[in-house]
């Protein structure tokens, strides 16, 4: 058997372990693409969500104490579920007015500071996410 002979079918195998190879790392870069766009969606939708708790936060903290959104108990955006930019989007906003604030009472009389609790959610892949944030404000 000459030399020519013996290489023919090493050029095939070489070809073939090489494609095996490439096949592999193009399926573990696919799994950590897929994994960079899941977290960046996240952190984009986590920002988001800020933005829309913190604008109704400021909005409700320029009314008046006898603004309807400032009412004891829970409330609901009326354009949910909405975007950044308005309704017809993936996020729920709703929060909640406390007046009894226990641990403030040494300091301050009920009914003069009100706890607002203001939840921003939407749907992930592990199932419902949310930013909560809290503001405190003077009702007298």
Not at 13 to 38: D, M, W
Not at 53 to 69: G, M, S, V, W
Not at 86 to 114: D, E, Q, Y
Request: aromatic share 8%.
């Amino acid at each position: 058997m000459t030399a020519h002979h013996r290489q023919c079918g090493v050029a095939l195998i070489e070809i073939l372990v090489a494609l095996v190879v490439f096949v592999f790392a193009t399926l573990g870069l696919t799994g950590s693409t897929i994994n960079a766009k899941r977290t960046a969606d996240g952190s984009r939708h986590a920002a988001e969500a800020a933005t829309l708790a913190f604008d109704k936060l400021e909005q409700i903290r320029r009314e008046l104490p006898t603004y309807a959104d400032l009412t004891i108990g829970s409330h609901t955006d009326s354009p949910n579920p909405m975007t950044v930019t308005g309704g017809g989007g993936m996020f729920t906003r709703t929060w909640t007015v406390t007046t009894s604030l226990p641990s403030l009472t040494p300091f301050v009389t009920n009914g003069a500071i009100a706890r607002i609790d203001m939840r921003v959610s939407w749907p992930s892949q592990t199932g419902t996410s949310a930013v909560v944030l809290v503001s405190y404000y003077k009702l007298l």
